[in-house]
């Protein structure tokens, strides 16, 4: 929401609903919506955030994010992403990775989305956030509702009539 406050305890929202796991939730975080007022900061807030977040054996306590299921999980999302950079979206990966441990992706934003690209119709399954903007709450609402995955919802701000007025229009 436009009055939403980005602070650290949103990062670990984020987090945890995005990336634990590598990704691989049902019910996780699946798409951001950001007020056009509001993008720059939070994309801002998330580097600083991700930038030393270690990927690689979900073992070891310093990881924050372990291995995809499979090669083939870790190709369809590789495709995914594919298809988001040929469409123009900007993609931003972050963490620390050697590369020996098997199918790892590192935490990857995609911003500047658009509605028809994979990341935003099918469900990804990996530390990857599509963030996009939006200009008005009925507009994020619209996006938000056109998908075929809505098993959950989350939303973020200050004025509770806002907030009520999103959650009763949300189909999840």
């Not at 580097?47 to 083939?72: F, R």
């Not at 509702?145 to 989350?154: F, P």
């Amino acid at each position: 929401m436009p009055d939403a406050i980005i602070n650290d305890d949103m990062m670990e929202m984020i987090s945890y609903s995005r990336w634990w796991n590598a990704g691989q939730i049902c019910d996780g975080l699946k798409r951001l919506f950001v007020h056009n007022s509001r993008y720059e900061e939070l994309i801002n807030t998330l580097k600083k955030y991700l930038q030393d977040k270690k990927v690689g054996d979900p073992l070891d306590p310093d990881t924050h994010v372990g291995c995809l299921v499979s090669q083939n999980q870790l190709d369809l999302v590789q495709g995914q992403l594919q298809d988001a950079k040929k469409q123009g979206a900007e993609l931003i990966e972050f963490g620390q990775y050697d590369g020996t441990l098997g199918p790892f992706l590192k935490p990857t934003l995609v911003l500047n989305p658009t509605r028809k690209m994979l990341v935003m119709r099918e469900e990804v399954f990996a530390p990857v956030l599509p963030i996009m903007k939006y200009e008005t709450i009925d507009e994020a609402i619209e996006i938000a509702n056109d998908t075929e995955y809505g098993l959950g919802g989350y939303l973020r701000g200050e004025n509770k009539k806002e907030l009520s007025y999103v959650s009763s229009k949300l189909k999840t």
